[in-house]
């Protein structure tokens, strides 16, 4: 919610919380937070009943060439499983061995085996970045841009993503492949929407599946499985190591925890510079804590990365400014466009991304305009010293991009989708004191008044979190500016059906424009009209009311009594009025509103229908307790003897 007031009446509701359905009419999709109906014309409906997937279609990243040794068995175990049950989630395996909370322990490559595996045992394989709920929806779009082209290059993500289910239920035997679910319940709708297919999951998080799918946890490879995997990368897939090499090629594997992402790091190295096993195992040993109990795995990682940069910085000095700056952002579908303030000349963006990929730091989407980073690389690079600026390294120059990317308000929807990711992921990642800034503090207001206008305010909270963050810091606790982004913040909580932290928010806010600004300032009013909507959400009615009954009246004395914003509150009071039963007063208050939207709106405009279709609603729950009380008071009839009318 923002600095504005807001209209109560009934709203389409959806089940499912941040989720997306398809209605008893296939023609319209809910999203689950109740934020947005979309409405799909019939011909759209119809193709998606008729539209047939081609034969091997798919979106699958890279291929199954690449090298994959120690998981036969899971491989197995996957398959027996969907096609027991047909749902199945990968994730990683507890335990002191354990990379905790990090990627890189080979679920996501064990999935793209399975699906370049048993491709032709389905009619579509479809791969979709899970990590949040947003890149679900638009990887769902994905699929109807590919199923039906001329239709999707006319609509919003939305549209498509709603398209998407509907294909998906009319055409049973399916793959779709969730990978990297950061949250299991954001798979609860999916599944229960779309039982014809098979559903795949790999996520770090090992807990929270048992309503959601069987797992397999997949742990560290074992010690052979490792060795084989290091001396493949380091000498190629036809040399055959010696028996030294192998030795050493063990010693290796164990400093580096078996861990699948760390070998193929040391391998590309090796492969690349030439270095001998042993050498690297030494080098390594020079800076890592070998203490008994094992090494640490991430440290480990950090230790091998630090070389690789070392030498990929040797190589091309530009690579490792763009790979830091990279660390912030979201992992995927990086743009080339998006990089290109730190290195302005194509030719050598180009060059400094190819030493990057030849080290494995990234790797290229299909057809070469963006790229993406391992988020286990992120993970050791957003951890290196603070300089003297106050920035980690990356850092600022992250922030920069995303500020020059901004688009203006009117930008197509395309440009913000594309960008909206990497904002959010600067913004969820901002490190403890880190210099505020009024142009980040505006870029992610920006990005979340795109979502806001897109009807999807729960969406917002990182954004509008990290907002109000920048606006403390540099203009203090209550500054305007300041207690607009705690407004927004709270309004952001409130769509995503969080009212224990909406309801403080809103009444602090409430609070201090009272005292900064004054009783009767527009911003305090349409605090207050916040702050009472969400008492009322909450079922609190003996507070939402007298809220109510007060903005009201200050509406009237400040902006007069037919101004939109008076009349706004007049439909809210009546609203609450009618949700504590009393008609009595409801009624009236409606009628009165109905007729000066009419007179000062019109008789067509949306503010002026609702108030019709509130009347109308309160007028018929008026005549059902009235029928109630009739027929409490009337003589008992015999049923079978009296007529009824509808």
């Known amino acids: 919610m923002t600095d504005s007031v807001v209209s109560g009446g009934g709203a389409v509701q959806a089940t499912g919380a ?36 081609p034969p091997g279609a798919g979106n699958l990243p890279g291929s199954a060439t690449g090298v994959f040794v120690g998981r036969q068995d899971e491989l197995t175990e996957l398959r027996r499983m969907l096609a027991d049950q047909g749902e199945a989630a990968v994730t990683q395996v507890l335990g002191v061995r354990a990379v905790h909370g990090l990627g890189g322990i080979g679920k996501s490559t064990l999935a793209l085996h399975y699906a370049h595996t048993y491709r032709r045992e389905y009619t579509l394989v479809w791969w979709l970045n899970a990590t949040s709920t947003e890149q679900i929806v638009t990887g769902l779009a994905g699929l109807a841009t590919r199923l039906c082209p001329q239709w999707a290059a006319t609509v919003g993500v939305q549209e498509r993503a709603a398209w998407a289910l509907l294909w998906l239920q009319w055409h049973p035997g399916w793959l779709l492949v969730f990978d990297n679910v950061e949250d299991p319940a954001d798979l609860h709708h999916y599944l229960g929407t779309l039982p014809d297919g098979h559903h795949l ?18 742990g560290l ?21 010696t028996p030294q090499q192998r030795r050493d090629a063990a010693a290796l594997a164990a400093d580096l925890g078996h861990l699948p992402l760390a070998l193929e790091q040391a391998g590309a190295y090796l492969f690349e510079t030439g270095t001998s096993l042993a050498d690297y195992r030494q080098m390594l040993g020079q800076v ?31 690579a490792v400014i763009l790979l830091n700056a990279m660390a912030w952002l979201a992992p995927d579908d990086i743009p080339r466009s998006l990089l290109a303030p730190l290195c302005p000349d194509p030719l050598a963006l180009g060059e ?8 494995n730091m990234i790797s290229f989407s299909s057809d070469r305009p963006s790229v993406s980073v391992h988020r286990l690389v992120q993970t050791v690079l957003r951890h290196q010293p603070t300089g003297a600026d106050g920035y980690p390294a990356g850092r600022q120059d992250a922030e920069h991009l995303i500020q020059h990317a901004t688009p203006d308000e009117d930008t197509d929807t395309p440009q913000w989708e594309q960008l909206l990711p990497h904002v959010v992921a600067v913004a969820d990642s901002t490190p403890p004191h880190c210099p505020a800034s009024t142009d980040t503090a505006d870029a992610y207001h920006a990005a979340a008044q795109y979502l806001y206008r897109q009807g ?54 409430l609070a201090q424009r009272k005292q900064v600004l004054g009783d009767t300032h527009p911003d305090t009013l349409a605090s207050r009209n916040n702050l009472a909507y969400a008492y009322q959400a909450a079922g609190d009615l003996k507070r939402a009311i007298p809220l109510y009954e007060t903005t009201l009246a200050q509406y009237e004395q400040v902006l007069g009594d037919t101004h939109p914003h008076t009349l706004a509150s007049r439909n809210n009071l009546a609203y609450a009025y009618q949700a504590a039963g009393d008609l009595k007063r409801a009624i009236p208050l409606y009628e009165t509103t109905l ?20 009347l109308a609603r309160a007028r018929r729950a008026a005549q059902a307790v009235q029928q109630r009380s009739t027929a409490t008071s009337s003589p008992a009839v015999d049923p079978r003897q009296s007529s009824t009318t509808d």
Not at 201 to 218: D, E, Y
């Open 288 to 318: 890592m804590d070998t203490a008994a109990g094992g090494i640490d795995p991430e440290r480990t990682i950090a230790r091998i990365w630090r070389h690789t940069l070392a030498a990929v910085e040797r190589r091309n000095p530009r």
């Open 456 to 509: 999807r305010e729960a969406h917002t909270v990182p954004l509008r979190t990290a907002a109000l963050a920048q606006c403390e810091q540099l203009l203090g606790d209550t500054h305007p500016q300041t207690l607009a982004s705690r407004n927004n913040l709270a309004g952001a909580y409130e769509a995503a059906g969080d009212l224990k932290r909406a309801i403080p928010l809103y009444e602090t806010t």
């Open 595 to 614: 007729a000066q939207r009419e007179q000062v709106l019109g008789d067509t405009h949306p503010d002026t229908l609702t108030s019709r279709n509130n």
């Open 221 to 241: 490879l074992d010690a052979e499985a490792a060795v084989d995997l290091l001396c493949t990368l380091a000498f190629g897939p036809e040399h055959t190591p």
């Open 201 to 218: 999951a790999t996520s770090r998080i090992a807990t929270g599946w048992h309503k959601i799918a069987p797992t397999m946890t997949l």
């Open 18 to 53: 941040r989720s997306m359905a398809v209605g008893g009419n296939v023609s319209v999709a809910i999203t689950g937070d109740g934020a947005r109906v979309v409405m799909l014309p019939a011909e759209a409906v119809r193709w998606a009943r008729e539209v047939e997937a």
């Open 352 to 359: 400094a991304l190819g030493a990057l990929h030849a080290y």
